[in-house]
């Protein structure tokens, strides 16, 4: 329906990031302290639906006002608030999206006292990256929360969950190996694997192919197996015990009653993840298209699923040879999602162009 060339999409991204721009200092110009930008448009790594990541850091009530969510061109889009406090928290890496505040893009700042503040946080988060002991103590964190899933995958039964569980063990296994080294993935998940294997240096390879093995497995035993035996070889190269606690039972599915709005404001949150993993089957980037398939499994059948959207297989079709499989079934999912949307009578901001998105009410 819409062209697909990524320099169509760049230039309209730019639109964006001006009218952004030109909206905070018209209308939010004492409500918002920064405006920041980071992702595949600062950094390269965008292609034909690319959005823009951005998000603004409140300095009162009346700024969430600018909080944003809309699909443009078939690519959603969300400029989202992230407080000063959880900003911090980022810098303290207490949260793995580091990228948020060390590879940031300062598109509006209100003040200098602002831009001074959010500059001591990138201080802050090199202060730590630079000692030792700090970001050691931040990865035998990290193994805990993934020993807690290992002890979970060990229970798990279905399909969906035994996939969901082995994904989040090995990006928090990844995320551990990062932080040992002092360091993150600058890039995000979309080039863990290849910081994995070619950033940090005397990582084993037993633990290196273990992270593939995970990423590439065809079937619910060896997802399992992989995914127990790549926590081990962490804990062995760290030097951590092997301490996998009792795993809780799998939950019953449920569908609460239907939240129409709340599900359709959702979904324009995470439509770029399906363009993601449409993106990676076109491609044949099978250990992203899983990487992306296990965050948005994880925004429907919890998310999405709270707000009354039914459980959905997205994860129990995937297969690194067989991609298109896993889009198919991706579209269907989001066909059945934005349907129930509609008929429960949710809204969901779509524009078929920048100028119907700009003049909008």
């Given at each position: 329906?819409?062209?697909?060339?990524i320099e169509?999409?760049?230039?309209?991204?730019?639109?964006i990031?001006?009218?952004?721009?030109?909206?905070?200092?018209?209308q939010?110009?004492?409500?918002?302290?920064?405006?920041?930008l980071?992702?595949?448009?600062?950094?390269?790594?965008?292609?034909?639906?690319?959005?823009?990541?951005?998000?603004?850091?409140?300095a009162?009530e009346?700024?969430?006002?600018?909080?944003?969510?809309?699909?443009?061109?078939?690519?959603?889009?969300?400029?989202?608030?992230?407080?000063?406090?959880?900003?911090?928290?980022?810098?303290?890496?207490?949260?793995?999206?580091?990228p948020?505040?060390?590879?940031?893009?300062?598109?509006?700042?209100?003040?200098d006292?602002?831009?001074r503040?959010f500059?001591?946080?990138?201080?802050r988060?090199?202060?730590?990256?630079?000692?030792?002991?700090y970001?050691?103590?931040?990865?035998?964190?990290?193994?805990?929360k993934?020993?807690?899933?290992?002890?979970?995958?060990m229970?798990?039964?279905?399909s969906?969950?035994?996939?969901a569980?082995?994904?989040?063990i090995?990006?928090?296994?990844?995320?551990?190996?990062?932080?040992w080294?002092?360091?993150?993935?600058?890039?995000?998940?979309?080039?863990?694997?290849?910081?994995?294997t070619?950033?940090?240096?005397?990582?084993?390879?037993?633990?290196?192919?273990?992270?593939?093995?995970v990423?590439?497995a065809?079937s619910?035993?060896?997802?399992?197996?992989?995914?127990?035996?790549?926590?081990?070889?962490?804990?062995?190269?760290?030097?951590?015990?092997?301490?996998?606690p009792?795993?809780?039972?799998?939950?019953?599915?449920?569908?609460?009653?239907?939240?129409?709005?709340?599900?359709?404001?959702?979904?324009?949150?995470?439509?770029?993840?399906?363009?993601k993993i449409?993106?990676?089957c076109?491609?044949?980037?099978a250990?992203?298209?899983?990487?992306?398939a296990?965050?948005?499994?994880?925004?429907?059948?919890?998310?999405?699923?709270?707000?009354g959207?039914?459980?959905?297989q997205?994860?129990?079709?995937?297969?690194?040879?067989?991609?298109?499989?896993?889009?198919?079934?991706?579209?269907?999912i989001?066909?059945?999602?934005?349907?129930?949307?509609?008929?429960?009578?949710?809204?969901?901001?779509?524009?078929?162009s920048?100028?119907?998105f700009?003049?909008?009410?």
């Amino acid at each position: 329906m819409y062209p697909k060339t990524i320099e169509y999409r760049r230039a309209l991204n730019t639109k964006i990031i001006d009218w952004i721009r030109r909206t905070v200092e018209t209308q939010y110009p004492q409500d918002v302290s920064l405006v920041v930008l980071y992702g595949s448009h600062v950094n390269g790594t965008d292609h034909h639906l690319s959005d823009v990541d951005c998000y603004f850091i409140p300095a009162n009530e009346r700024a969430y006002e600018f909080a944003q969510g809309f699909i443009l061109e078939g690519v959603g889009y969300d400029v989202f608030p992230i407080s000063w406090e959880r900003a911090g928290g980022i810098a303290d890496l207490q949260e793995t999206l580091t990228p948020l505040i060390g590879e940031a893009q300062i598109l509006y700042a209100r003040s200098d006292e602002d831009l001074r503040h959010f500059h001591a946080l990138q201080q802050r988060l090199q202060a730590h990256l630079a000692d030792e002991s700090y970001c050691r103590g931040i990865a035998r964190g990290t193994m805990q929360k993934a020993a807690t899933l290992c002890g979970d995958l060990m229970k798990a039964e279905t399909s969906g969950r035994i996939r969901a569980l082995a994904g989040w063990i090995a990006m928090w296994v990844a995320d551990a190996v990062a932080s040992w080294h002092q360091d993150y993935y600058h890039f995000g998940l979309k080039r863990q694997h290849q910081d994995l294997t070619t950033r940090f240096p005397g990582v084993p390879s037993e633990l290196l192919r273990g992270y593939e093995a995970v990423m590439l497995a065809e079937s619910d035993e060896d997802f399992r197996e992989n995914a127990l035996a790549l926590y081990r070889a962490a804990c062995a190269y760290f030097g951590f015990p092997e301490e996998i606690p009792e795993g809780d039972e799998e939950p019953t599915p449920a569908t609460p009653a239907l939240q129409a709005q709340a599900l359709a404001e959702h979904y324009e949150e995470i439509s770029s993840t399906f363009n993601k993993i449409y993106v990676c089957c076109e491609t044949g980037n099978a250990v992203l298209a899983y990487i992306s398939a296990v965050c948005l499994d994880y925004a429907l059948n919890v998310e999405a699923n709270e707000l009354g959207f039914p459980p959905c297989q997205l994860l129990e079709v995937y297969n690194p040879r067989d991609l298109p499989q896993l889009a198919a079934r991706a579209r269907e999912i989001e066909t059945a999602l934005t349907d129930l949307i509609a008929s429960g009578g949710g809204i969901l901001h779509q524009y078929d162009s920048f100028e119907a998105f700009a003049a909008r009410a």
